[in-house]
């Protein structure tokens, strides 16, 4: 794949600042009434809380995406982790979203985000560039979304970070995101409340040019941690109900 190939955001709005706020008892309210994440495939999810809906790297599907559904859904705000086609296609959504693709610190709808770069590749982002790493409270549910993290989070990123309710890891390795391994040791040094897998190989990928790997890789090496599976793709999360020493949480895609 061509190194950070750059995507057209016609029709999505640019946050570049602080923008939107809400009244203080209307913003407590939202923030503390739950959280709907649904996964769209590899690395996108759909986060329906707080009064906000919020969309992580939508993808065009080739390659390991391939017989994903095209994720074209409604959203208040657009996440992207980086601009290569499995993360960042955010062409054709519907509405007019407003986008954030890059590190910084931003607020909408009175939820603040965090964007933490950390590199897309373990070559200090020579082959892939960089990824922005996503941390946010919505719902009353603390959120980090890894994207395509491949190098080691820093004291520095870690810091930015805090610890997750639910962490988002990228677990199915190839040059661009965490392997199994890698991933393990994310969760070891986050401490997340709850574990969400993402970026490993299903059966919508094109077997000729898919080079992740699939979820047991991951999942063989976390035994000792309860996997909760999930019928559908959907999963709600209640803030104070959340496990305290740590699950994964693994959900389904319906092809």
Same mark, same amino acid.
């Given at each position: 794949?061509?190194?950070?190939?750059?995507?057209?955001?016609?029709?999505?709005?640019?946050?570049?600042?602080?923008? $939107?706020?809400?009244?203080?008892? #209307?913003?407590?309210?939202?923030?503390? %009434?739950?959280?709907?994440?649904?996964?769209?495939?590899?690395?996108?999810?759909?986060?329906?809380?707080?009064?906000?809906?919020?969309?992580?790297?939508?993808?065009?599907?080739?390659?390991? $995406?391939?017989?994903?559904?095209?994720?074209?859904?409604?959203?208040?705000?657009?996440?992207?982790?980086?601009?290569?086609?499995?993360?960042?296609?955010?062409?054709?959504?519907?509405?007019?979203?407003?986008?954030?693709?890059?590190?910084?610190?931003?607020?909408?709808?009175?939820?603040?985000?965090?964007?933490?770069?950390?590199?897309?590749?373990?070559?200090?982002?020579?082959?892939?560039? #960089?990824? $922005?790493?996503? %941390?946010?409270?919505?719902?009353?549910?603390?959120?980090?979304?890894?994207?395509?993290?491949?190098?080691?989070?820093?004291?520095?990123?870690?810091?930015?970070?805090?610890?997750?309710?639910?962490?988002?890891?990228?677990?199915?390795?190839?040059?661009?995101?965490?392997?199994?391994?890698?991933?393990?040791?994310?969760?070891?040094?986050?401490?997340?409340?709850?574990?969400?897998?993402?970026?490993?190989?299903?059966?919508?990928?094109?077997?000729? $040019?898919?080079?992740? #790997? !699939?979820?047991?890789?991951?999942?063989?090496?976390?035994?000792?941690?309860?996997?909760?599976?999930?019928?559908?793709?959907?999963?709600?999360?209640? !803030?104070?109900?959340?496990?305290?020493?740590?699950?994964?949480?693994?959900?389904?895609?319906?092809?």
């Amino acid at each position: 794949m061509k190194r950070r190939k750059l995507m057209g955001y016609a029709g999505a709005g640019l946050v570049t600042a602080f923008i $939107t706020t809400l009244s203080s008892e #209307s913003q407590a309210n939202a923030q503390s %009434s739950g959280l709907s994440v649904q996964w769209l495939g590899h690395t996108c999810f759909l986060f329906t809380g707080g009064g906000a809906k919020i969309l992580v790297n939508p993808f065009r599907a080739i390659g390991c $995406t391939a017989k994903y559904r095209p994720p074209k859904v409604a959203a208040d705000l657009v996440l992207i982790s980086s601009q290569l086609l499995d993360e960042g296609a955010v062409d054709g959504l519907p509405g007019n979203p407003k986008l954030i693709y890059e590190p910084g610190v931003y607020e909408f709808q009175g939820i603040k985000f965090q964007g933490i770069a950390i590199d897309h590749d373990r070559k200090g982002g020579k082959q892939f560039g #960089s990824n $922005t790493a996503w %941390s946010w409270k919505q719902g009353g549910i603390n959120i980090l979304h890894l994207g395509g993290a491949a190098a080691p989070i820093s004291i520095e990123q870690k810091i930015l970070m805090g610890r997750p309710d639910v962490a988002f890891i990228p677990v199915g390795g190839s040059a661009k995101a965490y392997n199994a391994q890698e991933a393990k040791q994310a969760v070891q040094i986050l401490n997340p409340k709850l574990v969400i897998p993402t970026h490993y190989r299903t059966q919508a990928a094109d077997a000729a $040019t898919c080079d992740i #790997s !699939p979820l047991d890789d991951f999942l063989t090496l976390m035994q000792g941690m309860t996997v909760r599976r999930s019928n559908g793709d959907t999963v709600s999360l209640s !803030p104070g109900k959340l496990p305290e020493n740590g699950e994964i949480q693994v959900l389904s895609y319906k092809f």
